[in-house]
């Protein structure tokens, strides 16, 4: 189903860029693209497949803090904001040691 999808999409946007056509049928392909786009199927569709791309992301980036290289990633992003809040204090004072 999702290549006949692409397939389809591909022709539509190849038509659209190498039509002479001009306007008049860019319009009605963009017409016909919002009122598939607005059909509560696609809608549905879209809304479950979103759905599960955030718990997908979730499970993923549950299950890497979980494992050796999140605890890793996370100590060294909490050593790498002490050293920068280091950084940033002594950056915001000039010459005359006057703190900003």
Known sequence: MRGKLMFITGLA????LGSRAGREKYEEIAANAKKVWEHPTV???????????????????????QSKIGEKLHS??????????????SASSNSTGTTY
């Open 76 to 89: 060294a992003s909490t050593s790498s904001s002490t050293n920068s809040d280091l950084s940033t204090s």
């Open 43 to 65: 809608q549905e569709a879209a809304g479950v497949a979103q759905a599960q791309a955030n718990k997908l992301y979730t499970e993923g980036k549950d299950k890497l803090n």
């Open 13 to 16: 946007a190849g038509f659209v």
